[in-house]
């Protein structure tokens, strides 16, 4: 008698379930339990000087208001394309690219940019996965810290942060070499 039951049943159920998949959404089930933490260090060439420059100019205030003469000044947008290294120097192995932009923000003498930037990997084990980075970056302090809010490939759903430390800069020109110390956990 119950055999009997079961297989209308089981097609109710199954009407039910079509109609359900039909909406939207599908399921909500919990959380990966299982997270990661990552640690990278490398170093980034940020170039604005030379033939081929790594950051270029792709807006910028109404110079005729401008009250000095800073190459970055607020309102200024520059779009970068700045490889990444594992060593300090340009000729150390390059593991990827920092591709976005940055826009100086900061009205006061304390020059901040806020990055828009994609930490792309071109080699081992992360290559092409990437990290990404929406953070003001207080470029006067020598220790900074940066926001990590998401990523790509085996960084899909990261998250963390950056301390950053300025390894050179030449101030008449801008070009700079920032060491980059990432933590992130991840799935
Ligand atoms: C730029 O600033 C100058 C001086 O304040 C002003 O005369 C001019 O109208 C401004 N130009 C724009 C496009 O805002
Ligand atoms: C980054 O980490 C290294 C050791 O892994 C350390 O020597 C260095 O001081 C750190 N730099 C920053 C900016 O946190
Ligand atoms: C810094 O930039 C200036 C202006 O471009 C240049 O003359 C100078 O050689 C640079 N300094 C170094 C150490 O590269």
């Known amino acids: 008698m119950e055999k ?3 297989l209308p049943r089981i097609l109710l159920l199954s009407i039910f379930t079509i109609s359900v ?3 939207y959404y599908s399921k909500t089930l919990p959380a990966v339990a299982q997270e990661k933490t990552t640690h990278l260090h490398f170093y980034l060439h940020d170039t604005l000087s030379g033939k081929t420059p790594t950051a270029i100019q792709i807006a910028s205030p109404n110079s005729t208001n401008s009250k000095d003469d800073n190459p970055i000044p607020f309102g200024a947008l520059f779009a970068i394309d700045d490889p990444l290294t594992e060593g300090p120097e340009i000729t150390s192995k390059v593991i990827g690219n920092a591709r976005g932009m940055y826009l100086s923000s900061s009205q006061d003498k304390f020059l901040t940019l806020v990055m828009y930037v994609d930490l792309g990997f071109s ?3 992360f290559k ?7 953070s003001r ?4 302090e020598k220790h900074r810290e940066m926001a ?3 990523g790509r490939g085996q960084f899909r759903m990261a998250r963390g942060f950056i301390e950053v430390n300025t390894y050179y800069l030449n101030t008449s020109n801008g070009d700079a070499i920032l060491e980059y110390n990432v933590t992130v956990v991840h799935p």
């Open 128 to 134: 092409g996965s990437s990290i990404s980075v929406f």
């Open 137 to 140: 970056n207080p470029i006067t």
């Open 123 to 125: 080699r081992g084990k």
């Open 148 to 150: 990590v809010v998401g």
């Open 21 to 23: 998949q039909s909406e």
């Open 4 to 6: 009997g039951l079961m």
